[in-house]
């Protein structure tokens, strides 16, 4: 057994927790009753709609009570609502968008990582496993000009499909940085590829997983944030071409649009693609 193997769901699902509570977005609302009292009062009548039609026994009653004391023991609401909820949030809030498509931002972002001008490699183990990949593109706007300078933080899961900062024994800032595009909105980045990721099977989204008969993946999966002044922030996925799960994401996360056309290294040392981004303009 290796140390990574070792990774709790409590442990990440209370890192995750913690990473949110230092967030910044805890208290980002000042709440208005009208609009509290209209989504407490559907999602309140949504719970007892399902308990009438479905009958549901005292039995379920308590085990779904013990459930939900679980998943905020095991530090999994993150987890949780990102793995079930966030995608539809994710839809809404970038509905009007012209440009690239987004996806979720999932439970393990953490803003600040090392920045470096492109072309760059990112932070890795001197024996980093997997297959090298060189991520490239172009970052542009709408209107196809080139997004000088534009930001891309770019933060994934190891060849064993944990995330540093999240597992246990990983250096800080592993698989994960922030790239500056050169003048042209060109970047170029040597990583690593990913993993597909396993909910943990040992946390209170892992039971429901167990107990519901469903499977507990995500396909293999870049996360990135993508900036350029003047523009909306994009934060997206994307995806690897033939992984298993592309089409059953358990966190209904992949979109067509954000599928990498993955090529033989030129260099003859593993994987190579290109994909450029699109970032709309901020609303005037
Ligand atoms: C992940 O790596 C992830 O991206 C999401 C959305 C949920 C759980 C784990
Ligand atoms: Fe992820």
């Not at 934060?235 to 056309?261: M, R």
Request: charge should be negative.
């Amino acid at each position: 057994m290796t140390t990574e193997t070792t990774a709790s769901a409590a442990a990440s699902g209370n890192a995750a927790t913690d990473r949110f509570r230092q967030s910044g977005k805890t208290g980002a609302i000042a709440a208005d009753v009208e609009r509290v009292n209209l989504l407490a009062s559907k999602l309140i009548k949504a719970a007892n709609d399902i308990v009438l039609e479905e009958r549901v026994s005292y039995d379920e009653f308590n085990a779904l009570k013990a459930w939900l004391i679980k998943v905020g023991d095991d530090g999994e609401w993150p987890l949780f609502l990102d793995v079930w909820l966030e995608h539809s949030v994710e839809d809404v809030a970038t509905s009007h968008r012209e440009g690239n498509k987004g996806s979720i931002e999932g439970p393990y972002y953490v803003p600040g990582s090392p920045s470096q001008d492109s072309p760059a490699k990112i932070s890795m183990r001197d024996d980093e496993k997997g297959t090298p990949l060189l991520f490239q593109g172009q970052v542009r706007s709408t209107d196809s000009s080139a997004l000088k300078n534009a930001k891309i933080e770019l933060w994934h899961a190891d060849e064993e499909g944990f995330y540093s900062q999240f597992a246990p024994n990983i250096p800080e800032w592993n698989l994960r940085g922030t790239f500056i595009a050169d003048a042209e909105g060109k970047f170029q980045i040597d990583t690593m590829q990913p993993a597909p990721y396993q909910i943990p099977t040992d946390g209170a989204c892992g039971q429901l997983i167990a107990a519901a008969g469903w499977h507990a993946w995500r396909p293999a999966h870049l996360h990135l944030k993508v900036s350029a002044p003047g523009h909306e922030l994009l934060t997206a996925q994307l995806y690897f071409p033939g992984d298993a799960h592309n089409d059953d994401d358990i966190a209904t996360a992949v979109k067509p649009e954000l599928l990498l056309d993955i090529q033989p290294a030129e260099s003859g040392n593993g994987k190579q693609v290109t994909y450029d981004f699109v970032l709309d303009p901020e609303a005037k």
